[in-house]
């Protein structure tokens, strides 16, 4: 046995691992079902090939792996990653380590964990983002398992991290499913990063009625400011692409239905079962379902029509660009600060003492959301490490102030012209709910009282009551 490190599945993900790990000094046996792929990635590893064991048997395969065994297991999420599983488990010793690097729901994660846990192997549930060249190049990696798993797996997948100004992008977060849970929120609050963007989007094409090219020069710009980020900077590409089908830019001929695969509802559902507030995640999540009714809302457009209101009226046009950038960085704060917020919960929860500063380190560079903002946010959690929630640290209670105008104007100048902007709107509600001492729920709970005898605590301490709700009106008694 030579190889420090297996790989199982070698499809987009798998084979760019395994090429990465096989770069930076590895030696790596690698596998997948069927034995075609093998061969042929094999045959396209060019100079990587001296450090690359191909293996066409799982007896082959594990053989080739030094003890105690790490395997990467990079296939498609669900049942076959259970059933491979039981594929590889006669053929391991005690102390390998099974280490499932798709995307995992976390319960699935903690299931397989606990399945293992009398067998004497163990098991990683790995998140790991940057899509195809980021596995290929550095992703960002985020751990969960036993301590001694990682210590294990430490040194390979360090060689493999992308880099944020040299520091790796990789960190063992805490047992069983913390590492997959993470990846889970990483990709929730992707979903509402993106959305916020296609809003902005949408104000400039639909309001300000500009060209995909005049959009590409704003994002260009703002990609040079404080929303410098991976997602700002392919939004301005992709605007600016053609399509080589005809001649409109390529963003003007595609569909308007967005997929999902499940990681921003899961997001959803779990902070839900907190009772964690991620309204970000959930105007993005349900913006996506929304955009895959094409056929309904084509319908609805005949029977309804567009809003029928004036012409978007903007005033200074640089001034309303400035206002977009601000109000973009603005709703941007609300959904990292819920989603930290909902791991906060998660970390209480499931027990994992999540290291909020060293995941938004671990997410600086390699993830899809990667940004300057998130090194910003690094700080935040480590000057400030018992606040409550981002928004209340300083420096981000700082920005809150400085951006919530600008949000404050771009989206009621939307709602006017008609545009929707739920994403945006849901974090001004957010800000505006959770900044004031004194809300309305005081008329749910009297509600609640009258119709089911829920009982209501008071403002002045004195003992919780129900009722009485029949002993005359407040006007009669005066
Ligand atoms: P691909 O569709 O490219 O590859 C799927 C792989 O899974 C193939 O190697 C396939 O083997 C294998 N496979 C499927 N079913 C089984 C089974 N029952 N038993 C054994 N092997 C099986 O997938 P990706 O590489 O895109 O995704 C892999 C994982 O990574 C998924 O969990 C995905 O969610 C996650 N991921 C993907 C990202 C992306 O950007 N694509 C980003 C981050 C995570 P065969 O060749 O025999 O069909």
Redesign the pocket.
């Given at each position: 046995a030579q190889a420090e490190i297996g790989l199982?599945?070698?499809?987009?993900?798998?084979?760019?691992l395994a090429l990465n790990i096989a770069e930076k000094g590895n030696t790596i046996a690698v596998f997948?079902?069927?034995v075609e792929?093998t061969r042929e990635f094999y045959e396209e590893a060019g100079d990587l090939k001296d450090r690359i064991i191909p293996c066409e048997t799982i007896e082959e395969f594990v053989a080739a792996i030094k003890p105690p065994r790490p395997i990467i297991i990079?296939?498609?999420?669900?049942?076959?990653?259970d059933?491979?599983m039981e594929?590889l488990k006669p053929h391991l010793e005690a102390h390998d380590i099974m280490i499932d690097?798709?995307?995992?729901n976390f319960r699935d994660t903690m299931r397989r964990f606990d399945t293992l846990k009398d067998s004497g192997l163990t098991f990683i549930g790995m998140?790991?983002?940057?899509?195809?060249e980021?596995?290929r190049h550095g992703?960002s990696i985020m751990v969960g398992g036993l301590e001694e798993s990682w210590t294990r797996v430490e040194k390979v997948l360090t060689s493999i991290a992308a880099r944020y100004e040299g520091d790796p992008c990789v960190a063992w977060l805490g047992e069983n499913g913390a590492g997959h849970f993470v990846?889970t929120i990483h990709n929730g609050i992707e979903y509402a990063d993106m959305q916020m963007i296609a809003e902005i989007y949408g104000i400039l094409r639909d309001g300000l009625k500009m060209s995909a090219t005049e959009i590409a020069e704003v994002f260009a710009t703002w990609n040079k400011g404080r929303l410098n980020s991976f997602l700002i900077e392919i939004s301005e590409i992709v605007l600016r692409a053609g399509d080589q089908l005809g001649s409109e830019p390529l963003v003007d001929v595609i569909l308007d239905k967005a997929g999902q695969?499940g990681t921003g509802k899961w997001s959803v559902i779990e902070a839900q079962n907190m009772g964690v507030p991620a309204t970000g995640i959930e105007a993005a999540v349900a913006a996506r379902s929304l955009s895959s009714m094409k056929t309904e809302r084509e319908a609805a457009e005949k029977i309804l029509g567009l809003p029928d209101v004036p012409p978007l009226s903007i005033g200074d046009k640089a001034a309303f660009l400035a206002d977009l950038e601000n109000a973009l960085l603005a709703a941007k704060i609300g959904a990292y600060a819920q989603g930290f917020a909902v791991m906060a919960a998660a970390s209480r929860e499931f027990g994992w003492n999540l290291p909020m500063p060293t995941i938004a380190r671990i997410w600086r560079a390699g993830c899809i959301i990667r940004s300057q903002f998130l090194d910003e946010i690094t700080k935040a959690f480590t000057e400030s490490p018992d606040a409550a929630n981002l928004i209340v640290t300083p420096a981000f209670a700082a920005m809150v102030k400085e951006t919530d105008g600008p949000l404050r104007r771009v989206v009621s100048t939307a709602v006017l012209g008609g545009l929707p902007v739920p994403a945006l709107a849901s974090a001004l509600g957010y800000f505006d709910s959770y900044r004031r001492a004194r809300g309305t729920a005081n008329m749910i709970q009297a509600q609640r009282d009258y119709f089911g005898a829920h009982g209501y605590d008071r403002t002045d301490g004195k003992d919780s009551h129900h009722g009485p709700w029949g002993s005359g009106l407040v006007a009669e008694r005066s």
């Open positions: 199982i599945g070698l499809g987009v993900m798998g084979s760019n997948n079902r069927t792929r990079m296939i498609k999420a669900g049942e076959a990653v059933q491979q594929i690097a798709g995307n995992a998140g790991v983002s940057g899509g195809e980021g596995a992703p990846k695969k």
